[in-house]
């Protein structure tokens, strides 16, 4: 049976299974302990924010393509429709989805832990919430702005 296979792989105590002495001397050593964590806390490799990283980078992609793509030829055309109510077009609905992401993404970022020099996992919520103000935070806050909505927000009817 399965046990007859502990012997022969040479680790006692896995019953047979070789899932740590797969991946032990490629993995690094944060990913091999179950670590503790405050509820809300993130984990950077967790399967949840490899999700949320890839969802944020079609977003800047789209972003990158269609903010161009909007000043160059739909600002005239909403001129012209003046009576046009702001809600109704699709593109300032999908682009309020969008900054509503990022703004997320500003929250999470403020929860996930980090890796720092020492190669330790830093998950206690003060110290990320420092690391990420003096890192990313700033470029992140500017990006999340619906510039769009401030400036419709600030024109008037002359």
């Known amino acids: 049976g399965p046990r007859g296979l502990q012997g022969e792989t040479g680790f006692p105590g896995l019953d047979g299974e070789m899932v740590l002495s797969l991946g032990a001397d490629v993995l690094p050593e944060y990913k ?23 969802i944020i980078l079609l977003l800047v992609i789209y972003t990158a393509i269609f903010t161009p793509y909007v000043a160059a030829f739909l600002l005239n ?53 420092a690391h990420y103000l003096r890192g990313w935070f700033l470029i992140d806050v500017v990006a999340a702005i619906p510039f769009d909505l401030l400036l419709f927000g600030s024109e008037t009817d002359e």
């Not at 503790?36 to 984990?43: F, G, N, S």
């Not at 309020?96 to 996992?121: G, K, Q």
Request: aromatic share 14%.
């Open 32 to 54: 091999l302990q179950k670590p503790q964590v405050h509820k809300w806390t993130i984990l950077h490799y967790s399967p949840f924010k490899a999700f949320w990283d890839w």
């Open 77 to 129: 055309e909403t001129k012209t429709k003046r009576n046009k109510k702001y809600g109704d077009d699709p593109i300032v609905i999908i682009d309020l989805l969008v900054d509503v992401m990022f703004i997320i993404d500003i929250l999470i970022n403020f929860r996930t832990t980090y890796v720092n020099t020492n190669e330790e996992v830093v998950s206690l919520p003060g110290r990320i919430a």
